[in-house]
């Protein structure tokens, strides 16, 4: 698979460390009253799609970006790669 | 119809006319005491210990393909007893012992060779490790020993002893373990279970669960609905798929493993062996083939097929070990879906939902569980207790703290 690098352009994804579902972005708030519940589907539940799925890929051999890559479990085709940054910030997280 | 040499020699010298199809074709009846989803390994080994062991022969396999046409067809068909961890060892070593012992209790050839396999031993800390191992193995009442160098190279003169970086220091060998002819115990339970009245029902894709009051009642399929008072998912490498029918998310990422086989050669490998310093393991099939893997892709896919990459540093490993291979031409190679789960440990357990119970989560190790997983996901259908070795199978073990993680990687399923 070639992973297309928003900064640095098509890669190998050998070059990569494959981290898995992209909702693991979105951390739970350790304070809330259902803390333990929330760690625990975030921890070890998966939605584990078959077809187009969000993931973390983090790029050892290259510039330690990690990016939100597109993909589809099915077919291995990716559809669109971004920094986990930009997705982040998206979603409202601050740093 | 029952099987002997007689009836091999009867039929040779009458043209082989008398065989017959060894299970019936049946359409699937309104209702059943229990629906099996999955008609694998472990869903037919279900089926038959729940009409041998446990009289129960008002049963169900439902399958979406034909009958083995998932993973117990594509495996590299090692079985083995060489776990470390309580939760783990008893319920392989139940395995292996039912291997031993499964050719005269279904009255098929499955081709069980117990040709021991050796974990090759490359450094200091490793021979600690598997010593500690070895001990852990005898625990459950296995069999294990370790070899040092010149014992092995009297079995395998082939192997690279001084590797620069990885010389052979020794290994850890289980006599009892070996390979079977893993189609062959598909349709040999699938006989035995047919024999004793369970409908094995090809072509026939559930397509969702029947919930009444909050509890499963049977199964939506292809060919009309049919109601259960137990419904058993066995589909491991569909797993989540199938869960997610009736709303669960399971601890369960799906990966593809790839295997490998060569040209058939003349006998060569004395057993199965594994390397100790990277992941890669061979065996011989009967017909000559070498049969070989390592580790799995690494990324959530669907798809029976791998990457590149990963069969580099397969290749990489047995020429490490054993140079001689690079000499040997590739036959064929092959992907199937793993069920990788958050510890590498499987599940046989009941879920949250009554009537519904769930098998899966089996990684790249389901093969050799076989017998044990559907001797143990038959106990639990039939007794509602789980068997005294499949114990810490559960669903719940993350939420309590309870990982059974061999390797010691956390919750990283691409990492076991």
């Keep these: ?95 | 119809m029952g099987y002997s040499a007689f009836k091999v020699f009867w039929e040779g010298l009458t043209g082989n006319k008398g065989w017959k199809p060894v299970w019936r074709e049946p359409d699937p009846k309104p209702q059943y005491d229990i629906v099996i989803v999955g008609a694998g390994g472990h869903g037919l080994a279900t089926a038959y210990y729940l009409a041998k062991e446990f009289g129960i022969t008002n049963v169900a396999v439902l399958e979406k393909g034909w009958l083995g046409s998932g993973n117990i067809g594509r495996n590299t068909t090692i079985i083995r007893s060489n776990y470390l961890l309580p939760g783990n060892q008893p319920f392989y070593e139940k395995s292996l012992k039912l291997w031993e012992n499964l050719e005269q209790d279904f009255n098929y050839n499955a081709m069980v060779s117990q040709r021991s396999i050796l974990n090759l031993i490359h450094s200091d800390p490793q021979r600690d490790a598997f010593a500690r191992r070895a001990n852990a193995m005898r625990l459950s009442g296995a069999d294990s020993e370790l070899l040092g160098p010149e014992e092995i190279r009297a079995l395998c003169p082939f192997l690279d002893f001084d590797n620069a970086r990885f010389p052979i220091q020794g290994a850890l060998r289980q006599k009892r373990g070996g390979t079977v002819r893993h189609d062959a115990v598909a349709w040999g339970y699938a006989r035995g279970a047919d024999m004793r009245g369970v409908d094995i029902i090809q072509n026939c894709e559930v397509t969702g669960f029947r919930m009444e009051n909050g509890a499963c009642v049977g199964v939506e399929t292809a060919r009309g609905p049919i109601r259960a008072g137990k419904t058993a998912v066995c589909v491991a490498g569909s797993s989540s798929r199938v869960m997610a029918l009736a709303g669960m998310r399971l601890p369960i990422e799906s990966h593809v493993l790839q295997a490998f086989v060569t040209e058939g050669l003349k006998p060569t490998l004395p057993g199965v062996i594994t390397f100790g310093a990277g992941h890669f393991y061979v065996s011989q099939s009967d017909k000559g083939g070498l049969v070989f893997g390592g580790d799995i892709d690494g990324y959530n896919t669907y798809a029976q097929r791998g990457n590149l990459p990963v069969v580099e540093d397969v290749c990489e490993g047995g020429m490490a070990i054993m140079p001689m291979i690079g000499r040997a031409r590739l036959l064929r190679m092959w992907g199937g879906v793993m069920d990788m789960s958050m510890d590498g440990s499987p599940f046989i357990d009941k879920t949250h939902i009554d009537g519904l119970y769930f098998n899966g989560g089996w990684c790249y190790g389901g093969f050799k569980a076989t017998p044990a997983s559907g001797y143990c996901y038959a106990h639990l259908l039939a007794t509602g207790r789980p068997h005294e070795v499949a114990g810490a199978f559960r669903l719940d073990r993350f939420r309590r703290g309870a990982p059974i993680d061999e390797k010691g990687v956390g919750a990283h399923p691409n990492l076991h």
């Design chain 1, 1 to 95: 698979m070639i992973i297309d690098h928003p900064l640095l352009g098509p890669r190998d994804a050998a070059e990569f460390v494959y981290k898995g579902d992209a909702a693991l972005i979105d951390r739970p708030d350790w304070q809330a009253e259902d803390a333990a519940d929330k760690f625990h589907e975030y921890m070890y539940l998966r939605d584990n799609v078959a077809g187009e799925m969000a993931e973390l890929w983090y790029h050892e051999h290259g510039d330690r970006s990690w990016l939100v890559v597109t993909r589809n479990t099915l077919t291995h085709k990716i559809t669109s790669v971004e920094l986990a940054r930009d997705v982040a910030r998206r979603r409202g997280r601050g740093k």
